[in-house]
């Protein structure tokens, strides 16, 4: 408790209605912590309401056949009826614990109540929007399948004990050291994993051979890849816990903003982090923070963009005052999972808020409405050649340039996977364009599927986001082969929706021919039938 009173303060709450639900449920009821709150941790049957809903039922459950099977003979009968009674207790007490469960993380938040002490956001307090209008068959057999892949994706036995020896030091750490996986991703995924430094990596089908699992997975090599298990001395179960707990906060029927992408974005990152001229002056926390922000850039995202959630006047616009509305719910989600799974809890207090701060300075950064402030400091850096690595501001900077290469860098995949991310980010934006249409609102930019193409979508996003910020980047990094190929897949695929654009307006035929066309014309893979 030290370190979390250290990190968090005595007051620390979590408010939903008014009603004060202390944060610290291991703790005494005559605990001093407990002083300021109504009530002490509330307890049935010897049994602690305090503990996690899958815990509490499993000890609900346990008690339960424990009773069933305890009386014998004529006492059975006799205590059928209190048995029958202990039952229905128990099943109403499950139920007011979901019930309250998810009523907290509806819209609960941790905070101090004291100015300048970090907020954090509870999971699964995403924008209220109706989704019912959208949803299908298909969108509630993926509800289904969403629930059979979290039971395959919680610790198996054989992970924990890999887990439990690796945390005592009795498996060693060899390069290609593959530990972290169960057997059965020793297959194509872990080959996949050898590879995960080349820029062609297909996230897609790592998912697929991931079983869904791609963004821990993931994360868990690149952790094992630096060694910041045991630089930072984490605890295994809590990192799996965290990381777990950032995959599913992504909601797979989001088109674009998943897990995928995060993973996509992680993988990017990784191998910006290899760039030479970045790689000698990086710090383990730089690399730490780096590989976080990417996974958890996006947690959260409802689906729709911030212009939507302003004029619904959703409760994340008014509360983040309508400035870098959905980063700032990225961030706070973050801390607040990092805060629930303790990741952070062995390190000092100090420590743990600049961790916290730094994540919040890299997320924020991908906010695409700061995209010419953070181009032209980093024009300027470049222009000046005053960029200094040993400065930790200054890697702190390229590392949110990064960030923001790697968040917008699938014009720069293979024009395979290039095609698949444009056509997942134009429908999330034709589902906005559609909530629109529904409830009368005025249909945001680029969401009007009627006028709105995808490749013209593309052309422009690429003219004037992607293209203006990896030339930058090539400067920086320059002599580097990735950074070319980055560039020359980026000309292709604009030429490719070039080509595709004018396949499908013919109208505008003449103006495509007198447009100027990259060298090598249209990629690979191109269908423009």
Known sequence: MPVLEGLWGPDLRMRDSGLDVGVCPDEPPHSPVWGPLRTPPVTCGGLSLALELPALIRQLRAAWRARKGGP?????????????????????????????????????????????????????????????????????????TGTRRKVKRLLSFQRYCHASRLLRGLVSHSPGSLHLLDDDYLGQAAHMLSKVGTWNFDIFLFDRLTNGNSLVTLMCHLFNVYDLIHHFQLDMVKLNRFLGMVQ????????????????????????????????????????????????????????????FLIKTRHHLASLYQNTSVLESHHWRSTVGMLRESGLLSHLPADMSQDIEQRLGSLILATDINRQNEFLMTFREHLDNQDLDLQLSSHRHFILQIALKCADVCNPCRVWELSRQWSERVCEEFYRQGDLERRFDLEISPLCNQQA????????????????????????????SLLSQTMLDHLHKNKANWGSLRCAHTPSDTQSCSQAEEPEGGVGEGADIS
């Open 72 to 144: 014998r003979g004529p006492e059975r009968n006799q205590a059928g009826p209190w048995v029958e009674s202990e039952k229905e207790q128990a099943e109403e007490l499950k139920l007011d614990v979901e019930n309250r469960s998810a009523h907290l993380e509806a819209d609960g938040r941790l905070n101090t109540g004291h100015a300048g002490v970090l907020l954090a956001e509870r999971r699964g307090s995403y924008p209220l929007i109706d989704l019912r209008i959208l949803k299908t068959s298909a969108q509630q057999g993926e509800v289904e």
């Open 248 to 307: 599913e906060d992504y909601h797979s029927q989001n088109p674009y903003h998943n897990a995928v992408h995060a993973a996509d974005v992680t993988q990017a990152m990784y191998c910006y982090l290899k760039e030479p001229k970045l790689a000698e002056h990086l710090s383990p926390l730089d690399i730490f923070l780096g590989l976080m922000a990417a996974a958890a850039h996006d947690v959260d995202h409802p689906g729709v963009n911030q212009p």
């Open 452 to 479: 709105d193409s995808i490749p013209a979508i593309q052309i422009g996003f690429i003219s004037y986001i992607v293209e203006p910020l990896f030339e930058e980047w090539h400067r920086f990094t320059e002599p």
